[in-house]
């Protein structure tokens, strides 16, 4: 493992991630359509996640995959959550359009 | 064993409650008043009980259900004392209390209502049992309490009439005004001695008198007999009673007449010690006693309702009880008390067979020549009448002559008052009975037709307590004086035996004189000349100011309930809506902000995440600098 990381250096790792979180934040800023916002964010959690593992691996301390781990379950039962109310929001608006949510504007 | 005996004697009408409110509408009329009088019997057997073992080993029985208050040095059990005392109590109220529930399963028959009536009925034995065995002045609040609401919960049964509702609410607030002088009574001996345990409250309060606590006591012993003056229907707090006639006559005959207006007399016995070392509280005493009793006898001289002659003679009666109390001659009072209840509650309950019989009539004008229609509930109410009067050899004779008796060795003065209020209950009694029994019928032709006797549940505790009536004096003739040796315990041989020599039996000479006096006096007006009372408006002069009771509801609306409306107008009207703006205006102000906050709410998701990104990037930012 030590060896990748001498190859790629860590500082490669840290652009990658950066890059996938802005890409995450312009989705969400810019998309309209909830599916895709749903997965921008997907993919800052992931940045995040990839940045936890290649520092774990660069302080040679297993605490960071432990915490990867922990993230992705939650990730995983928060995608079921999140589907499950687009279902819905689909279902009794015929549209998944973040523009037409207002409702419950005050 | 005997600790569970005690638990089951109070709880046993506590059960009955909870059967008649959750199941009483759901079983016959007949069940539930079967069960709410089985109830008080069990406590009435285990009384007897009680007062069977006493009577062998002559020790009382104290225990704690559990540890109730603890504040500082103030240490509080929910005791029970089963003491002389309150066993003679338990046995009477809950004697004349099971007499009472079996009356009512019949008097109160045809009232859709019955499981109601004997819930509250029981709750009242339950709580009247709670007063009379508190082991400390606190539990005896709650009794005491407790009585007055279930007095006025049953003042105002037949609610759908807005005169019995105000008739409750004025019983209800003016024993509030006593309640409160009890509460303080009680607040200033538990500050002063630390306990108010009635074991412990007697060396106590004898030790504060010696050093010099003395003022205390006299303010303690002040505010316990208003209390009493509440509860037991004294001036300034009597005119509660005459009104809380508009409850079923049951309730007049076991709450207003036999047991809870005697919780005053309770009350002012168990704490002896305190008002003998208190002679000028002793003195307010009697004064108030004897005037109480002369008022309300007069009163009732020209009353026309046959239970208000009957509430204003209990007064008047009750009066004479503090009148001893004041004397010192606690025994005496209680004599009087038990007496009282035996002759009382069968007035009552015959008054209620008569209006039974007349289908609610309860002017007398409109009674009369009811003797042969009603033979026996006739014969009970003159027994009972005699014994009222104080003839010979009823019980009332035995203990109201009593109280003549030590009136006329302590105060001359009060002795005459006692003397004339007890010609003048002579006279209202036989009046009573005259206009009520003898002669020619009043009433109309269609009640003439529908007279009879009333069912047997309803002459049967007649003829019971008419017997008691009778022999009740047995307990405590001057001979043998078995009341005041029963008694002794409690009153620390505080009693003095009045031989019987020529001044007394002059004295029981004159007592009988007196009342044969209102007796002929009756006679000569309401059957020789046959006078029945006029109309309400032929009345003028000096009899009407005392058929309106001297005017003293009318003199208490003006004093004290009219200034008290207008100060609550005066908040309603002026100050209230005042005191809105102000808290008005926080809403306002409140509501204000927020309206325009709410403009931020857009309901746009797309500028929501905008701001959370800027939001995120400005606390990154921020904490960049900071580092």
């Known amino acids: ?106 | 064993m005997e600790m569970n005996l005690a638990i089951i004697l109070l709880l046993s009408p506590f059960v009955g409650f909870l059967f008649n409110v959750f199941f009483g509408k759901k079983v016959s009329k007949g069940f539930s008043g079967t069960i709410g009088t089985l109830t008080v019997v069990v406590s009435f057997l285990l009384s007897v009980c009680f007062f069977a073992q006493l009577n062998q080993n002559g020790k009382a029985f104290e225990f704690s259900l559990f540890d109730w208050i603890q504040v500082g040095n103030f240490k509080l059990n929910f005791g029970i004392l089963l003491d002389q005392l309150s066993i003679l109590w338990l046995l009477f109220v809950t004697g004349i209390g099971s007499l009472i529930h079996l009356y009512s399963i019949s008097y109160m028959h045809d009232d859709e209502n019955i499981h109601k009536f004997f819930a509250y009925l029981n709750l009242f034995v339950f709580f009247m049992i709670t007063l009379v065995v508190g082991s400390n002045l606190l539990v005896m609040f709650i009794g005491w309490e407790g009585v007055g609401l279930c007095s006025y919960l049953l003042i105002g049964f037949w609610y759908k009439n807005q005169d019995y509702n105000d008739a409750a609410k004025k019983a209800f607030i003016m024993n509030r005004v006593g309640d409160l002088g009890l509460l303080i009574g009680i607040f200033i001996l538990a500050i002063n001695l630390d306990t108010i345990n009635f074991t412990d409250l007697n060396a106590g309060v004898v030790a504060l008198n010696k050093t010099g606590g003395n003022q205390a006591l006299q303010w303690a012993a002040l505010c316990l007999f208003i209390g009493a003056t509440g509860k037991s229907a004294q001036i300034p707090l009597y005119t509660w009673l005459p009104d809380a006639m508009a409850g079923p006559t049951p309730v007049s005959a076991l709450i207003h007449a036999a047991t809870m207006v005697t919780a005053g007399i309770f009350m002012v016995t168990r704490m002896n010690f305190l008002f003998d070392l208190t002679p000028n509280v002793q003195n307010i005493i009697a004064i108030v006693g004897a005037v109480t009793s002369l008022v309300a006898a007069a009163i009732g001289l020209l009353q026309n309702d046959i239970k208000k002659v009957l509430a204003y003679s209990t007064v008047s009666q009750l009066g004479l009880m503090f009148l001893a109390l004041g004397l010192g001659a606690y025994n005496v009072a209680v004599f009087h008390v038990i007496t009282h209840a035996f002759f009382k509650a069968c007035l009552f309950l015959g008054s209620g067979s008569v209006i039974h019989g007349l289908h609610g009539e309860q002017d007398m004008r409109k009674m009369g020549g009811l003797r042969k229609a009603m033979p026996i509930t006739f014969w009970t109410m003159m027994i009972s009448t005699l014994a009222i009067a104080g003839i010979f050899p009823f019980a009332g004779f035995w203990s109201k002559d009593e109280i003549l008796m030590t009136a006329f060795h302590e105060n001359k003065t009060l002795w005459i008052v006692a003397s004339i209020a007890s010609i003048m209950t002579a006279f209202y009694m036989f009046r009573l009975m005259y206009l009520t029994f003898f002669r020619e019928f009043r009433g109309t032709e269609e009640q003439k037709h529908h007279l009879h006797e009333s069912p047997s549940l309803i002459t049967i505790p007649l003829v019971i307590l008419a017997v008691l009536a009778t022999i009740g004096g047995a307990i405590n003739l001057p001979g043998s004086t078995w009341l005041n040796h029963y008694l002794e315990p409690i009153l620390a041989g505080k009693h003095e035996e009045h031989h019987l020599g020529s001044t007394e039996y002059m004295l029981m000479g004159i007592a009988l004189v007196g009342a044969i006096i209102g007796i002929v006096l009756a006679y000569s007006k309401y059957i020789k000349q046959a006078f029945v009372p006029k109309t309400d408006n032929e009345i003028v002069g000096f009899s009407k100011t005392v058929y309106n009771k001297f005017y003293v509801d009318e003199l208490y609306t003006v004093t004290i309930v009219k200034p008290i409306n207008a100060l609550s107008n005066f908040f309603r009207t002026t100050l209230e809506p005042a005191l809105s703006k102000v808290v008005f205006s926080f809403g306002s102000v409140a509501y204000g902000l927020s309206s325009q906050g709410r403009k931020l709410q857009n309901g746009n998701i797309g500028l929501y995440l905008f701001v959370f990104v800027i939001g995120i990037c400005a606390i990154i930012t921020y904490l960049f600098i900071a580092q």
């Open chain 1, 1 to 106: 493992m030590g060896n990748i990381l001498n190859e790629i250096g860590i500082e490669n790792y840290i652009f990658l991630s950066v890059l996938l979180f802005c890409i995450g934040v312009f989705g969400v800023l810019y998309r309209r359509n909830a599916i895709i916002v749903f997965m921008s964010i997907e993919i800052m959690l992931n940045a995040v996640n990839l940045l936890f593992v290649a520092f774990s691996t660069y302080h040679q301390d297993a605490e960071g995959q432990v915490f990867v781990f922990f993230s992705m379950a939650v990730a995983a039962a928060e995608v079921a959550v999140g589907l499950a109310i687009l279902v819905s929001v689909f279902r009794n608006l015929g549209s998944i359009d973040i523009d037409n949510l207002k409702n419950l504007k005050g």
